[in-house]
């Protein structure tokens, strides 16, 4: 029971700590503003009408009785009621109105009924309090005649309402903006926390962010800022070493080329020339992950303009790329064009005919290649995003490598906030699905 409750309070409450934070800070003041009102309704303000109503109704009984039985000074106890209570009174034998005047839902109405109705009885009296901005009226059936009343407001309800309302409702909208404003300045600093590590985790080099607001956010600020430094220190060590062996290594194999250039012993030439080759091939796998681990500044790329320089590095009719319509992103251009360019380089190597379908969705982008090869086994999908993983049944994505290429593809695209996922599409062959953020 209460862990259901649990998950309905959970899914009732905003996700946001700046909602949560106002809900903490805003209900009680508008709960004891509620209970206030309430308190003040019943007590004060109805009590305090019901007496005011009552002791005019028993007024206007009076002078109903007064008229009954002295109807020859009339002048004289109308012109005496006008002067001292600024009342006015009118006699005429007109027909009783049939149309109603009150309101439903008028506190003031209701109370003015409920004491006409028990003094006067049903279908004796007649009132509106709508009709003049400053006056009440009401009518009195008396035998065959209509005494009318003309009061002033102030004598049916009181005129504190008003003031009191306001007096409780401004403070409270004051603090609460209050609130809102230092609310704001509070949970500034965690958004700006929150997109600097959003921004770093999709590979961005964060160097604009300065740490601000309370202690607590300022010191977590601080350790994220250090360990980003640290991570960026680390990434660039390595690549700078993995790069360093690299070209290290490339100038004995240069130097094992021209000796083998003057052997005369052909075969064995070839047949070390060809593990040189391979051998050349790992290095410069080795040195595009190098790359991808370089820094490099987030832009605004247009997908268009991107595929479209890809297209043309590959120049083949084999290769068939279609837009739904002009898609922009930001992320890391040379990143985003290394791993395109990977994918639709194993499936030119294994297929003869590529598409390329590049499609918007809500709010990301789907690029599609599909391939007519012989495509991978389900079972080894995961297995080909693994580094130095080297498929030789069927396919091997990596052929020429060491297992490289889908690992770098899947670690751009996840640095950019997005996914790959493979399968097998209408022509039996692979099919690679990326979706990137926009």
Do not use: C
Request: glycine share 4%; charged share 25%; aromatic share 10%.
């Amino acid at each position: 029971m209460f862990s259901g409750l649990n998950r309905l309070i959970k899914i009732i409450l905003p996700k946001r700590l700046f909602y949560r934070a106002l809900i903490i800070v805003a209900a009680p003041t508008i709960i004891l503003q509620f209970i206030i009102t309430i308190v003040f309704f019943d007590s004060i303000w109805i009590k305090a009408n019901k007496n005011i109503t009552r002791s005019l109704v028993a007024q206007l009984k009076t002078i109903e009785e007064i008229y009954q039985n002295d109807k020859k000074n009339l002048d004289f106890f109308t012109d005496s009621y006008k002067n001292n209570f600024n009342f006015e009174i009118g006699i005429t034998k007109g027909d009783f109105p049939k149309v109603s005047g009150e309101r439903k839902f008028s506190p003031m109405d209701r109370s003015l009924r409920r004491e006409l109705k028990s003094t006067f009885g049903n279908n004796n009296y007649w009132f509106s309090t709508s009709k003049f901005k400053n006056a009440v009226e009401i009518k009195i059936k008396s035998n065959d005649e209509v005494i009318e009343f003309l009061v002033p407001k102030e004598m049916v309800s009181t005129s504190s309402v008003r003031l009191f309302v306001l007096w409780t409702t401004l403070p409270s909208i004051l603090l609460i903006i209050i609130a809102l404003i230092f609310l704001k300045n509070q949970t500034r600093p965690l958004v700006k926390l929150a997109k600097a590590a959003e921004r770093f985790g999709k590979g961005d080099y964060v160097n604009d962010f300065r740490p601000s607001g309370a202690q607590e956010i300022r010191k977590a600020a601080y350790e994220f800022d250090r360990m980003a430094k640290r991570i960026n220190r680390h990434l660039n060590q390595r690549s700078e070493m993995l790069s360093g062996i690299s070209h290290d290594l490339r100038t004995p194999l240069t130097r094992l080329k021209l000796q083998l250039a003057l052997l005369n012993q052909k075969e064995l030439s070839e047949k070390m020339s060809k593990d040189i080759d391979e051998m050349e091939k790992m290095l410069n796998d080795y040195l595009q992950f190098a790359k991808t681990q370089t820094q490099e500044e987030t832009v605004n790329i247009n997908l268009i303009r991107l595929f479209d320089e890809i297209s043309g590095n590959y120049n083949n009719k084999d290769l068939k790329i279609s837009f739904q319509e002009s898609i922009n992103l930001k992320g890391r251009p040379m990143a985003l064009k290394r791993s395109f360019e990977n994918v639709i380089q194993n499936a030119l190597t294994y297929g003869t005919k590529v598409f390329v379908k590049v499609q918007k969705t809500l709010n990301r982008v789907l690029i599609i290649v599909d391939d007519n090869g012989p495509g991978i086994p389900e079972d080894q999908y995961k297995n080909v995003f693994k580094p130095f993983f080297r498929l030789d049944k069927s396919r091997s994505l990596n052929q020429s490598g060491v297992g490289l290429g889908l690992a770098l593809v899947e670690d751009i695209i996840n640095s950019h906030g997005g996914s790959i996922q493979l399968g097998k599409n209408e022509y039996n062959g692979l099919q690679v699905k990326i979706s990137l953020p926009f």
